[in-house]
């Protein structure tokens, strides 16, 4: 089974804000400090949009589906999007509502939030929305590359790889990590010191600082 999508762009997001130092002290469990995280490019693995921004529709797709969405006709749940003529809908991991994207051209001319029951327009978004993606996996170029290996190596999970190759994600891809991957980190990599200490509930917490505590 493959993590929430909005587990997995909960993570990103904490990433990012880590690596971009906009977080000092970070407190979590020791489970989650020890979780094994694929090594990821983290400026790659955000897309900001806000209304007059530029970016052509087929290079936001190319970057949905590099982010582990999946497209439909009619968009009902997270990490999910759907395209008519020049309209993108797109429902975020992380938002209550799904966003339309309205597009003139290459550039994004309204952002609005939308009813998932009814498809109709809620409320304007005047502030940028940031994308994260619902998958662990982010199928780019090198990844494609190591499935098709993968599938050569092992008949088995060729029909999975071959998915991989053609850029589709799907449920539980994050099994194949080990053959895709070739290192992986922890959380303690961005930290320079921790501390060890049992909560109220008897449960290990781990308090530690961020590399940016000290730069």
């Given at each position: 089974m493959s993590p929430k999508a909005d587990t997995v762009a909960a993570r990103f997001k904490a990433l990012n804000k880590i690596y971009?130092?906009?977080?000092?002290?970070?407190?979590?469990?020791?489970?989650a400090l020890l979780q094994p995280i694929i090594p990821k490019d983290l400026?790659?693995?955000k897309l900001t949009l806000s209304n007059g921004s530029q970016l052509p529709m087929h290079n936001l797709i190319t970057k949905l589906v590099e982010f582990g969405f999946s497209r439909t006709d009619l968009v009902e749940r997270r990490g999910e999007f759907a395209i008519r003529g020049g309209i993108l809908d797109l429902f975020l991991a992380d938002q209550e509502h799904p966003i339309r994207i309205d597009y003139f051209g290459d550039d994004i001319e309204d952002l609005t939030f939308f009813s998932v029951s009814d498809q109709r327009s809620l409320e304007k978004i005047q502030?940028?929305?940031?994308i994260?993606?619902?998958?662990?996996?982010?199928i780019n170029s090198e990844i494609k590359q190591r499935?098709?290996?993968l599938g050569?190596?092992?008949a088995e999970i060729k029909?999975?790889?071959e998915k991989i190759v053609e850029g589709v994600s799907f449920e539980g891809i994050e099994a194949l990590a080990a053959g895709l991957i070739d290192e992986f980190h922890?959380?303690?990599f961005f930290t320079y010191f921790l501390f060890l200490f049992f909560s109220h509930f008897f449960t290990i917490v781990g308090i530690f600082f961020t590399r940016s505590h000290f730069t």
């Open positions: 971009n130092k906009e977080v000092r002290i970070v407190v979590c469990p020791i489970r400026k790659s693995s502030s940028q929305i940031e994260y993606p619902c998958r662990e996996i982010l499935a098709k290996e050569v190596k092992f029909p999975l790889t922890s959380l303690s």
